[in-house]
């Protein structure tokens, strides 16, 4: 068990801000932030690269805080990869094993197991100019993970990588989590965190804005950051209103005149809703549906996505809406033509209770 | 170029081939180069063990006045070579603290070839501090930090990777140092004129014999210069060429 305690530190401009976080054994933690969030230098803390102004970091109940950086047991994969260039990949791995007294017989078994789990076996001899970018974090991966760490650190280990290499070093980290390797991992990538996590830490500006397992976070952000950063295009804060005589609820945007319907059954204590992009349709004209929230608007943009299209609808509040490439030729939408957007009651996700506004 | 290959060269042409073998005949003259050779190499090597941690301190940490530092390590090169061998000889003649230490092992450092190091010494280690410092400071520090990460002490990791990594600058600059105290004469001749250094000994049949007497030996010191001069250029290269495959 692994334990961040309102750890501050400035650096120059930036500082980190009272971060706390609480990581199980066998965890895959997530960091996701922008970068400049203060991701790597809460890593190199972690690892004792740099000293905390304040705070603590426990490891199984015990103060590392201020622990020689060999002697802590965390063991960090830096971004800029840092593998040794006058030694073989072989001598990398080595290179931990070799101050544990141990051996030659068995720090060359112990090699030849580490290539194995990490697919480098027949790359033991070169040197890592000769390697590709892959191959490389992968080495180094290997080389960390031969110092047998408590707790090991990545720092965006997937960014350089291209999408082959990425999903096999995926597959290769979440073995090694299911082994029990306890991970902390930071990203500004949610799919890879989406892919990978059990919990999520969302961070900006040096501070932790919402932690907890992948899920609840998905689905219910804490602040449009947030929502925003784990690919929520539609989160909207506001509160709920019983309107009088009425069979629903309503729920009133904040900084708007608009209110969605809701479905009766929701606490009045949401104050925030997400709407998932694929759950609005989208027409020309006033659609003869069932569905109880209907708005005119303007388009405003069409961007390809990954699913589709996503048209951007001005409706008083900005609402994403996901839609294929034959519906959109279909309809033939266009930027500033006048659409209507609709979605069920029952489509409304309602996230947190009222609480501190957190942005 | 031509400036600095046509004396040269004039000079290598005036010297006829049985001169040359006289001179090589000569047990003064050759006497005189081995001196130079190995008080130079032993000041290089002996020296090294005291730069290179330097050079490391003064490439990764930062303390007060370390420009000051950074300055005077220049110092040797800018003042006059005769007056470098002034202030060595103040520090090393009988009656200083040096001295007085040296005598009492029996050793008179005036006109011995430790003091003749000790002058070269003086005015050549600026290259080797200078190169090394460059080289350490080419030495990314995420690559110290990776392997302290990976349990390593700092004298491992200084061992291991940082003075690996620099190992071609600090070659190369070992060679420069090395070529630079040979080719000493200022500071040489006065801490001793006895036994002779080469520089000394051509300056010698020059004041003594004249021209066509000191030519010979000039020629015969510039010989063994070069070649060892491209032999260590040989040496730091594939030092270079290694430290460029491994990154």
Same mark, same amino acid.
């Given at each position: ?27 895959? @933690? ?51 990869? %840092? ?31 580490? !290539?194995? =789990?990490?697919?480098? $076996? ?137 209110? @969605? ?62 839609? =294929? ?35 | ?13 005036? =010297? ?24 130079? %190499? ?78 070269? %010494? @003086?005015?050549?280690?600026? @290259?080797?501090?200078? !190169?090394?410092?460059?080289?350490? $400071? ?59 250094? %080469? ?49």
């Amino acid at each position: 068990m692994f334990r961040v305690e309102n750890i501050s530190k400035s650096l120059g401009p930036f500082s980190l801000d009272e971060v706390s976080f609480r990581c199980a054994a066998g965890d895959y @933690f997530v960091i996701l932030g922008r970068s400049g969030a203060g991701k790597t230098l809460l890593l190199e803390i972690m690892a004792g690269i740099r000293s905390p102004d304040a705070g603590a970091l426990i490891l199984d109940q015990r103060d590392i805080t201020s622990l020689r950086i060999q002697n802590r047991g965390v063991g960090l994969v830096f971004q800029d990869q %840092a593998v040794f260039p006058h030694m073989s990949v072989a001598a990398n791995l080595a290179f931990p094993l070799k101050r544990k007294g141990w051996g030659r017989s068995y720090i060359r078994r112990r090699i030849h197991q580490l !290539a194995q =789990t990490t697919g480098l $076996e027949h790359l033991l001899d070169r040197f890592p100019s000769t390697l590709s970018g892959g191959e490389v974090q992968r080495a180094v991966l290997a080389r960390t993970l031969a110092s047998e760490p408590r707790l090991l650190l990545l720092d965006e280990p997937l960014n350089s990588l291209d999408v082959q290499y990425k999903r096999e070093l995926q597959t290769l980290l979440s073995h090694l989590n299911q082994q029990g390797q306890t991970i902390i991992h930071v990203t500004h990538d949610y799919q890879e965190a989406s892919a990978l996590a059990s919990k999520v830490a969302v961070m900006e500006n040096g501070r932790i804005q919402q932690q907890g397992p992948l899920p609840e976070v998905f689905r219910n952000p804490a602040s449009s950051f947030v929502a925003e950063f784990v690919g929520i295009r539609n989160f909207f804060r506001g509160n709920v209103e019983n309107p009088p005589g009425g069979d629903h609820k309503i729920f009133r945007i904040r900084g708007s005149s608009l209110f @969605f319907i809701l479905p009766s059954h929701v606490p009045n204590s949401v104050a925030s809703i997400t709407l998932e992009a694929k759950n609005i349709l989208l027409s020309r004209s006033r659609p003869d549906t069932s569905a109880l929230n209907n708005f005119k608007g303007r388009v405003q943009q069409v961007i390809p996505a990954s699913l589709g299209m996503e048209v951007v609808v001005d409706v008083g509040v900005t609402l994403a809406v996901l839609v =294929t490439r034959e519906s959109l030729s279909r309809l033939n939408v266009r930027k500033d033509q006048q659409v209507w957007v609709s979605f069920k009651a029952s489509s409304i996700n309602v996230g947190s209770s009222v609480g501190p506004d957190p942005v | 170029m031509l400036f600095i290959v046509a004396p040269l060269l004039g000079m290598f042409v005036h =010297t006829a081939v049985p001169e040359l073998a006289d001179t090589v005949g000569d047990q003064k003259v050759i006497s005189s180069i081995r001196l130079t050779l190995w008080t130079s %190499a032993g000041a290089t090597l002996v020296f090294a063990l005291l730069a290179i941690p330097f050079a490391y301190l003064l490439a990764r940490y930062d303390f007060p006045l370390k420009r000051m530092v950074l300055a005077i390590v220049d110092v040797p090169v800018v003042i006059p070579h005769t007056a470098a061998g002034i202030a060595v000889l103040g520090v090393i003649s009988r009656d200083t603290v040096a001295g007085k230490a040296a005598s009492a092992v029996g050793l008179n450092l005036v006109g011995h070839p430790i003091g003749i190091a000790l002058a070269m %010494a @003086f005015v050549s280690i600026p @290259f080797l501090i200078n !190169a090394a410092r460059d080289g350490f $400071e080419n030495v990314p520090v995420r690559l110290e930090q990776a392997a302290m990460n990976l349990g390593a002490s700092p004298m491992r990791v200084f061992f291991s990777v940082s003075l690996p990594l620099a190992w071609r600058s600090i070659v190369g600059g070992m060679v420069m140092m090395f070529a630079r105290g040979m080719s000493e004469f200022g500071a040489v001749v006065i801490v001793a004129y006895h036994p002779m250094v %080469a520089p000394v000994l051509i300056y010698e049949r020059f004041g003594a014999f004249g021209l066509d007497h000191a030519r010979p030996v000039a020629v015969l010191f510039i010989l063994v210069s070069l070649v060892f001069f491209v032999l260590l250029r040989l040496v730091s290269r594939s030092a270079y060429v290694q430290g460029r495959k491994h990154q």
